[in-house]
T-cell receptor, first 111, second 113 residues
Framework: DQQVKQNSPSLSVQEGRISILNCDYT??????FLWYKKYPAEGPTFLIS?????DKNEDGRFTVFLNKSAKHLSLHIVPSQPGDSAVYFCAARERTGKLIFGQGTTLQVKP | DAGVIQSPRHEVTEMGQEVTLRCKPI?????LFWYRQTMMRGLELLIYFNNNVPIDDSGMPEDRFSAKMPNASFSTLKIQPSEPRDSAVYFC???????????FGEGSRLTVL
């Protein structure tokens, strides 16, 4: 059973607009959440993270929001750029250290 | 410092053959993870090690899969015998103090015919 779910396989936005990628989880014991970005033929690379004790973390154009009551997190990219086109994975960390990933969302930013 | 190094990058084999994937983690990292990427399940954790000791192998799909980490700088993932449904991209990743910020290799794309 998937503990971390990304229900949207793909998302297409116009350059300059906001991209919002969503992620839901089921385990309330996760203590850390992360977003990874993946280009074709490359390994995923770390993008941004948030501790379970916070509800927002911002890094430049990227902001992650955590809603613990809804067991939901989202990644906002503003403004979106064509170079942001990639697969985005949401991940959650158990206290044991195990990192569980979602299925990924393919973002396409159109010029 | 070099990143996580995986080999081979591509492997095409026939059903029933043994497959061995290799990984060299980043020096100084004490956690090593093996993931498999599929369309349906995304990045699926197979097994992870801490200080060369397997901690959780509950994601290993079947007894046909095995992983070892004989020392801090090398790990293998073996599939014997391989089946077409094992076709996927296999990623190795390492981290320090298990911060959650994993550093991934470029992956090994396995095709089993």
């Amino acid at each position: 059973d998937q503990q971390v779910k990304q229900n949207s396989p793909s998302l297409s936005v116009q350059e300059g607009r906001i991209s919002i990628l969503n992620c839901d989880y089921t385990n309330s014991m996760f203590d850390y959440f992360l977003w990874y970005k993946k280009y074709p033929a490359e390994g995923p690379t770390f993008l941004i993270s948030i501790s379970s004790i916070k509800d927002k973390n911002e890094d430049g154009r990227f902001t992650v929001f955590l809603n613990k009551s809804a067991k939901h997190l989202s990644l906002h990219i503003v403004p979106s750029q064509p170079g942001d086109s990639a697969v985005y994975f949401c991940a959650a960390r158990e206290r044991t250290g195990k990192l569980i990933f979602g299925q990924g969302t393919t973002l396409q930013v159109k010029p | 410092d070099a990143g996580v190094i995986q080999s081979p990058r591509h492997e095409v084999t026939e059903m029933g053959q043994e497959v061995t994937l290799r990984c060299k983690p980043i020096s100084g990292h004490d956690y090593l993870f093996w993931y498999r990427q599929t369309m349906m399940r995304g990045l699926e954790l197979l097994i992870y090690f801490n200080n060369n000791v397997p901690i959780d192998d509950s994601g290993m799909p079947e007894d046909r899969f095995s992983a070892k980490m004989p020392n801090a700088s090398f790990s293998t993932l073996k599939i014997q015998p391989s089946e077409p449904r094992d076709s996927a991209v296999y990623f190795c990743a390492s981290s320090q103090l298990n911060t959650g910020e994993l550093f991934f290799g470029e992956g090994s794309r396995l095709t089993v015919l």
